[in-house]
């Protein structure tokens, strides 16, 4: 069974703390993304990553950075949250170089920054 | 990616066959479509893709006329289960960057 795991589940953090977020994907693919969503707004895409070590902005990548050290682990940082990145987090992963081909998502995290 | 328009909500009742249909006039050569699900506090599943004509599979039908200018997902008699958001993507997924819409809210009524 294909695999996308976050982390958490839910996350409470305060107000200038450095949050890290972490997807784990076990189906070898390339392409990892991050994403953030609020009610009304659909899924915001705030970065990705074709490769190891390969990073690409999204629509929103303010306040966020990334880092995909491995080619199965692509982690989200918040250099210093604030309340305004409360939200829905969802990861995502797709295989490379095909034509065709489905995303597996993560079950979400709910961060909460208080 | 596309861009792609959908309605934003729709509603029906239970045993009905529900049409969402999404616009994507400059959709690509390499272009296919796919079709994902999303349940609140869950992230989007895969429900569909298709590439032209018809595609069935055994949650749904996507139906894509020649010109590929627009496709419709169709779900047959839908359940309180399919109350959901969906989301229609134009792309060549593999090599490209994800994004989605807002999608359509389904909201199924006894």
């Known amino acids: 069974d294909v695999k996308v795991t976050q982390s958490s589940r839910y996350l409470v953090k305060r107000t200038g703390e450095k949050v890290f977020l972490e997807c784990v994907q076990d189906m070898d693919h390339e392409n990892m993304f991050w994403y953030r969503q609020d009610p009304g707004l659909g899924l915001r895409l705030i970065y990705f990553s074709y490769d190891v070590k390969m990073k690409e902005k999204g629509d929103i990548p303010e306040g966020y950075s990334v880092s995909r050290e491995k080619k199965e682990r692509f982690s989200l940082i918040l250099e210093s949250a604030s309340t305004n990145q409360t939200s829905m987090y969802l990861c995502?992963?797709?295989?490379?170089?095909?034509?065709?081909?489905?995303?597996?998502f993560g079950q979400g995290t709910r961060l909460t920054v208080v | 990616l596309a861009k792609t328009t959908q309605p934003i909500s729709m509603d029906s009742y239970e045993g009905q066959e529900v049409n969402i249909t999404c616009s994507h006039n400059?959709?690509?050569?390499?272009?296919?479509i796919t079709w994902y699900q999303q349940f609140p506090s869950q992230g989007p599943r895969f429900i569909i893709q298709g590439y032209k004509t018809k595609v069935t599979n055994e949650v749904a039908s996507l139906f894509i006329p020649a010109d590929r200018k627009s496709s419709t997902l169709s779900l047959p008699r839908v359940s309180l289960s399919d109350t959901a958001v969906y989301y229609c993507l134009v792309g060549d997924i593999g090599f490209q960057k994800l994004v989605f819409g807002t999608g359509t809210r389904l909201l199924v009524s006894p």
């Open positions: 400059n959709i690509a050569t390499n272009d296919y």
């Open positions: 995502a992963s797709t295989v490379g170089g095909r034509l065709n081909t489905e995303a597996f």
